[in-house]
């Protein structure tokens, strides 16, 4: 096999450019197996540099029925390789291995993927060859017995990648058109309206906490009596609860009345909203 010969391999097998190829081949004697190996350190080298920059565009890639269902991000640093085929190809295959390993990122990045490199291994390939930062961010997979998944992309990119995704599972015995739809209108209301808990009594308290001593700094120049000061203040957080919590939230489609309120008028009674999660890119 001529050089040229082998370069065209390295560069198919590898991705890399006829440069770094050219000079792999030289470097190797010829071996091709050792060329791979020597663009491989390379590629972990320039890899390493890039990880320093910041990756905030990207793609959430989405993957599941209404059984199961998983999302993961991938993060890069422009939206022009978010586009990019080869970076499209990698994050949906990705997001298959993602669902049956039920978003267990250490158990993902050695998990082998079509060309029978580990996930952490084409990382470093895809970093090398598009030469951007690109990183595997949060991921989240539901599964909950006897329930049904909904699910809603937003700014679609391609197929099942975009630049935000909701997953919900609702409990019920019910499958209907009813269900269905409350489904899929419940997980676009989730994507307007952003909520941090289901109820009120669960979102996390070091966010309560934080919203208290920005209200505090909000009006402790106010000139107000402190008895008055407070109960504004208690006023603030309970608000700030409200609009956070999904069943006490305006209703995107209805805005008079709670999603609570509209789960009610469904009228089916074993119907709970048992889980979901909201994922937008770099947020």
């Not at 097998?13 to 091709?32: P, Q, R, V, Y």
């Not at 972990?44 to 990880?51: N, V």
């Not at 709670?258 to 770099?282: A, S, T």
């Amino acid at each position: 096999m001529s050089d040229i010969e082998k370069i065209k391999q390295l560069r198919q097998s590898t991705g890399a450019g006829f440069k770094d190829c050219n000079a792999a081949i030289n470097e190797s004697g010829g071996d091709l197996d050792k060329a791979v190996e020597i663009l491989r350190v390379k590629g972990i080298s320039k890899a390493s540099k890039k990880m320093s920059r910041e990756a905030k565009e990207g793609v959430v890639a989405l993957s599941g029925d209404s059984k199961k269902i998983s999302v993961i991000e991938v993060n890069c640093e422009t939206d022009f390789v978010a586009k990019n085929e080869d970076f499209i190809k990698f994050v949906k295959e990705l997001s298959e291995i993602n669902f049956i390993n039920n978003s267990d990122i250490e158990k993902i990045k050695f998990t082998k993927m079509k060309n029978s490199k580990t996930v952490e291994d084409n990382l470093v390939s895809i970093i090398a060859k598009i030469g951007e930062k690109i990183t595997i961010g949060r991921s989240k997979t539901i599964l909950n017995e006897n329930s049904l998944c909904f699910s809603y992309l937003h700014t679609v990119v391609k197929d099942n990648l975009s630049k935000l995704a909701v997953l919900i599972s609702i409990d019920t015995k019910e499958k209907n058109e009813k269900v269905n739809s409350f489904g899929k209108q419940l997980a676009m209301h989730i994507a307007a309206s952003n909520p941090l808990a289901l109820e009120a009594k669960d979102i996390p308290q070091d966010i309560i906490n934080k919203e208290q001593e920005l209200v505090k700094e909000e009006l402790k120049n106010s000139g107000k009596p402190d008895d008055i000061v407070n109960k504004i203040s208690l006023g603030k957080i309970n608000k700030f609860k409200e609009d956070n919590s999904l069943l006490s939230q305006a209703w995107v489609m209805e805005p008079k009345k709670k999603v609570k309120e509209v789960i009610k008028e469904l009228n089916i009674p074993d119907l709970i909203v048992k889980d979901f999660f909201r994922l937008k890119i770099g947020e």
